[in-house]
């Protein structure tokens, strides 16, 4: 199983005859996702061909060859010809709020957010008018969410792990790929990419409730980074909620004081959302904490191994 996307679901791309559009979107293809329609009011009643060959382990389903994605002018065309689930935007930043409010309108279940630059205001807006209406957003800023050989929307690179029982979220898109690679041995049942922004659709949280609820994510992977309290108030729900095993990994543990580090979320002041707070808060919630991905993939093996172990020795 996965959370949150599945081999199901019908994805639509709005921005998809731009250059990242295009070329995600053929990526998304190859890994197997039904990509059926893309959104461009200037382009309506168009087509974009895509050359496909299949990439990564989930793609058995994919036969090579030309597919044509056929382009809508609105997102409730594109749904209501597609029966489309899920929307993958890449529309500039200042069209990003106009393009989910559309998505959230047309009554799509998932809005994936990639666009980096989004103004805080507008991600605010957006957030609230999704959550009222029961739209599940992730982004922006985010390399989005794949559920190995089920399906992928965003531009996470396929064929870096294939499924298994282990979950996977994380604010940084990086550490996602380089945390999915280091435990490729043991696959993922989804990796969800929230975005690094100080205001995102899906928090930590959202996710473990969704790893917590799925019966075969057998152990949790949760990456944070300097900054905010996210990884604070997630280890208050881990701790009151979570029966599965989490493993953490905090990314800026030699960031200097003050300084706003690679997201635009991540800033420390004073002893605020330090690494090192992070990390002392995880651990009293009975989180495993790395230092480096390396140290966090061993953590997820040993903690894995030991509760597999645990639970046949009940059985």
């Known amino acids: 199983m996965s959370i949150f996307l599945d ?3 019908r994805l639509i791309v709005q921005g998809m005859t731009g250059s990242e ?6 990526r998304m293809l190859c890994a197997g996702s039904q990509v059926v329609a893309g959104v461009n009011p200037r382009k309506a009643g168009t087509s974009v061909d895509f ?4 990439i990564g382990p989930g793609a058995g389903q994919v036969r090579a060859g030309t597919v044509s ?22 529309v500039p930043p200042a069209f990003a709020k106009d393009a989910v409010v559309e998505a959230v309108d047309a009554g799509l279940s998932l809005v994936v957010v990639i666009t ?25 800023n985010c390399p989005g969410i794949i559920s190995p050989e089920r399906s992928n929307a965003g531009i996470t ?16 898109g990086t550490l996602t790929y380089q945390l999915m690679h280091e435990l490729r041995d043991l696959g993922f049942t989804t990796c969800i990419g929230i975005g690094g922004d100080p205001v995102v659709g899906t928090t930590h949280i959202d996710a473990l409730a969704g ?3 799925d019966p075969d994510t057998e152990l949790v992977v949760m990456i944070g980074e300097i900054g905010g309290d996210a990884e604070e108030r997630a280890a208050a729900y881990i701790k009151e909620n979570m029966t599965k095993p989490v493993v953490a990994y905090v990314a800026g543990f030699t960031a200097p004081e003050g300084k706003t580090m690679g997201h635009a979320g991540a800033i420390v002041s004073g002893s605020s959302g330090t690494a090192a707070a992070k990390k002392t808060a995880l651990e009293a919630a009975g989180v495993r904490v790395g230092r480096t991905p390396s140290e966090t993939a061993r953590l997820a093996r040993e903690t894995l191994a030991a509760t597999r172990a645990a639970a046949a020795g009940r059985a």
């Open 7 to 9: 081999h199901s679901d």
């Open 21 to 26: 559009g295009r070329k995600h979107t053929r």
């Open 51 to 54: 050359e496909v060959e299949p």
């Open 69 to 90: 994605v056929p382009v809508y002018g609105s997102v409730a065309q594109a749904r209501e010809a597609t029966g489309a689930t899920v929307s993958v935007v890449f």
């Open 116 to 140: 980096e630059g989004v103004p805080v205001a507008d991600t605010t807006y957006f957030r609230a008018y999704a959550a009222a209406k029961g739209v599940r957003l992730i982004g922006p």
């Open 157 to 172: 690179p396929p064929d870096i792990t294939g499924a298994g029982p282990l979950g996977l979220v994380s604010k940084s």
């Open 211 to 213: 790893f917590e609820a």
